[in-house]
Structures are given as C-alpha cells and as structure tokens.
C-alpha cells in the first residue's frame, strides 16, 4: 500500500520556469517531509525537508509547501534549469518507525533548454 | 551532509552464488541503517532496518533468510543476497541517519546483476 501518493509521473518544464510536485499522505503520525533528487545510476540525494510544524520552507531555488490540514505538501522547484533534470521523489517518515522513509513513486522533470 | 558510501558499485555473479554488498558512514555513526531496492524507473522499496548489535527487521514479503543483514558496528552494515538469482538482480541503496533527526542519507547504490 502506497503510502504516499505522489504526481505528477512525469513533467515537462522549460528553462527559467517553476516545476511543481504534488504529494499527498494518509498516516498522521508522519512528522518528517523530506524530498529527494535521484540522477540516473546514483543514489538519491537530500534536496530539502520539512516538519509539520511549519507551512513553507525555502532553500535556494527550492520551497517546500505544507498543508497539515489537507495532509498535502509539494515541492517548487524556481528558476528551474536544464540541470534539474531528474527524478524527484518526496517521502514521510515518522520517529515512531525510527524515521524509515516511505516514499513516493517519484516524478521525472525533464527541464528544456 | 553527510556521507554514505556503499561498495561495490556494480556487481555480476552467476546464479547460485552470494554477494555481500557493504554500506558505511564514513563521518557519523549510525545504529540504524535501512537498505532497500529499487527496480528500474520505479520507487525505493524498504527491505528492512538494519539495528547496530542486534537482530535487522524485515518489512513484509522480504526474504531474510535470502538477504542477510549484519550491521557489526556504529558505521558499517553489510547486505547478501544469499543464492542469488536473476530476479534479485536490481539496484540495491542503503541510507543511515545524519545528525538532525529524520535527516536520511543514502549511498551511491550497488548496481546487482545475476546471470
């Protein structure tokens, strides 16, 4: 059972714009959003993350938005460059599990020059 | 962050054999380590959470008596795949705890591929 649900699959973005990733999740206990980006042949890698305390964080091009309410959070991507290209994959862990993340199906941005 | 290294990159073996797939913190200690699995263009799947001096715990429908899980010390855990066979080949990832709560950090990933 997925336990977070993630869209779009797939996104396509022109160079200069915002991509935007969706994610939803059931489990309350949650307590930790983090987002990943995963090249190709390689590990992913911890691009920025959030606690359900706060609505929003920023770092650099990238902002976390978080709806505690709606049990949603998306990742924007500003700015986004040829570079970004890859597989972005949000998740929720929570420290009753001792923060074993569960993952999304992941989104494939493919940023056009 | 920090840093998780994983070794050996890529693997081949032939059916029937194992393969030990070791995974490292290298600036931190870790006493939790989670490996898991990863078929193309698809999502990381949790194999299971591997405890520092103690048993690892597996997640449902993961064989653990065919990937075997020793984590012997605050910085190396090590994955076999026991008997291997082509349907376990796949990417398999490790990740341990930094130092901020929740914050995971993965390896590079050992690329498994069995004949």
């Known amino acids: 059972q997925q336990q977070v649900k993630q869209s779009p699959q797939s996104l396509i973005v022109q160079k200069g714009g915002i991509s935007i990733i969706n994610c939803a999740y059931e489990n309350t206990a949650f307590d930790y959003f983090p987002w990943y980006q995963q090249f190709p042949g390689k590990g992913p890698a911890l691009l920025i993350a959030?606690?359900?305390?706060?609505s929003e964080k920023k770092e650099g091009r990238f902002t976390i938005s978080f709806n505690k309410s709606a049990k949603q959070f998306s990742l924007h991507i500003m700015d986004s460059q040829p570079g970004d290209s890859a597989t972005y994959f949000c998740?929720?862990?929570?420290?009753?599990?001792?923060?074993?993340?569960?993952f999304g199906k992941g989104t494939s941005l493919l940023v056009t020059p | 962050g920090a840093v998780v290294s994983q070794h050996p990159s890529w693997v081949i073996c032939k059916s029937g054999t194992s393969v030990k797939i070791e995974c490292r913190s290298l600036d931190f200690q870790a006493t939790t380590m989670f490996w898991y699995r990863q078929f193309p263009k698809q999502s990381l799947m949790l194999m299971a959470t591997?405890?520092?001096?103690?048993?690892?715990?597996?997640e449902q429908g993961v064989e653990k008596d065919k990937f075997l899980i020793n984590h012997a010390s605050l910085t190396l855990s090590t994955l076999t795949v026991t008997s291997a066979h082509p349907e376990d080949s796949s990417f398999y990832i490790c990740?341990?705890?930094?130092?901020?709560?929740?914050?995971?950090?993965f390896g590079e990933g050992s690329r498994l591929t069995v004949l």
């Open positions: 990740s341990a705890g930094g130092p901020v709560s929740g914050e995971l950090f």
């Open positions: 998740a929720a862990s929570m420290r009753l599990s001792g923060y074993a993340l569960n």
């Open positions: 591997s405890n520092e001096g103690s048993k690892a715990t597996y």
């Open positions: 959030i606690r359900p305390d706060v």
